[in-house]
Nanobody, 126 residues
C-alpha cells in the first residue's frame, strides 16, 4: 500500500523549533519530488516548501526561507522539514505530498502532487 506518513508535530513555544518527517511506505521515495503544505483552520492551504528527487532544487513559500529547511534522506525513505524561529501564525496542519518526477523538478502547487499524507498538527503557542 502506497502511503506517506507525517510525524514530528506538536506544541512548541514561539521562537522554538520542530522537525517534521514524511516517511514513505509501499514505494521508493528517491524517484519522487516532495512538497510540504499547511492549512490553518478557516484558511486556504498554503505552500511551505518542496524538494526535487535528487535534492538539487528546493523552493520555499513566501517569507519561509531562512526559517524553514527541507531535506531528504533516501536511505530512510524520508523527507524532513526543519522549522525554526516558529511564530504563532505557523500554527497549522502540515502535509507532505509526492510526485514521481526528476529533472530538478518540484512544485509549490498542491495539485501537482498525487500522493498525500494525513498531516501532522503544529501548534505554536506560549
Amino acid at each position: 500500500q502506497v502511503q506517506l506518513v507525517e510525524s514530528g508535530g506538536g506544541l512548541v513555544q514561539p521562537g522554538g523549533s520542530l522537525e517534521l518527517s514524511c516517511a514513505a511506505s509501499g514505494f521508493t521515495l528517491d524517484q519522487y519530488a516532495v512538497g510540504w503544505f499547511r492549512q490553518a483552520p478557516g484558511k486556504e492551504r498554503e505552500a511551505v516548501s518542496c524538494i526535487s528527487s535528487r535534492a538539487d532544487r528546493r523552493l520555499y513559500g513566501d517569507d519561509l526561507e531562512g526559517r524553514f529547511t527541507v531535506s531528504r534522506d533516501d536511505s530512510k525513505n524520508t523527507v524532513f522539514l526543519r522549522m525554526s524561529s516558529l511564530k504563532p501564525e505557523d500554527t497549522a496542519a502540515y502535509y507532505c505530498a509526492a510526485y514521481p518526477m526528476g529533472d530538478r523538478w518540484c512544485s509549490l502547487i498542491a495539485r501537482a502532487y498525487d500522493h498525500w499524507g494525513q498531516g501532522t498538527q503544529v501548534t505554536v503557542s506560549s
